[in-house]
């Protein structure tokens, strides 16, 4: 990810969890470049390399376990 994104992000973020509390809904973000200190960052509440792990914790998230 180029870091000239990160703004941008930070700032999705922010706005997927300002309109999303009244449901309390989790934010994920993922991909190759993400890691734990995009994470904190970007004050997401998940984030997955990729999509089967993205899968992973949704699972757990929602408790259906991992298949």
């Known amino acids: 990810m180029l870091t000239s994104a990160l703004?941008?992000?930070k700032a999705t973020v922010?706005?997927?969890h300002d309109h999303t509390a009244e449901h309390g809904a989790?934010?994920?973000i993922g991909g190759n470049c993400i890691d734990q200190r995009i994470?904190?960052?970007s004050n997401a509440d998940y984030w997955?390399?990729?999509a089967i792990q993205?899968?992973?914790?949704c699972n757990q998230v929602l408790g259906k376990g991992c298949e």
């Open 39 to 41: 994470l904190a960052y």
């Open 14 to 16: 922010e706005l997927l």
């Open 7 to 9: 703004p941008e992000l």
């Open 26 to 28: 989790p934010v994920m």
């Open 48 to 50: 997955a390399r990729d």
């Open 54 to 57: 993205g899968i992973r914790i």
